[in-house]
């Protein structure tokens, strides 16, 4: 059984940035593409970034230029620095593979706002 913790959220004014972190135990996800979900109230859960286990990404256009993912294979982390935030980005963000394997974590709440 996968576990998936995320952690580094926070509230940040327009134009700030965090980084995001989410470790995965219990199985070798390394195998697999990873991805950066967030879900906005009232809206669908959606994929903002995604890395392939040789490290490619790729990034919706909303958040292009301004998200970067990252992975460590070894401890079987990925990151996600987040710069030029704007209120739009406020969600929660979720971690997982991609397509989604496993069960979600509970996610890291992000606030952008003034």
């Known amino acids: 059984q996968v576990q998936l913790v995320e952690s580094g959220g926070g509230l940040v004014q327009p134009g700030g940035s965090l980084r995001l972190s989410c470790a995965a135990s219990g199985s070798t996800p390394s195998i697999r593409a990873m991805g950066w979900y967030r879900q906005a109230p009232g809206k669908e859960r959606e994929l903002v970034a995604r890395i392939g286990f040789g490290g490619s990404t790729s990034y919706p256009d909303s958040v292009k230029g301004r998200f970067t993912i990252s992975r460590d294979n070894v401890k079987n982390t990925i990151a996600l620095q987040m710069n030029s935030l704007k209120p739009d980005d406020t969600a929660v963000y979720y971690c997982?593979?991609?397509?989604?394997?496993?069960?979600w974590g509970q996610g890291t709440q992000v606030t952008v706002s003034s």
């Open positions: 997982n593979t991609d397509p989604v394997r496993y069960s």
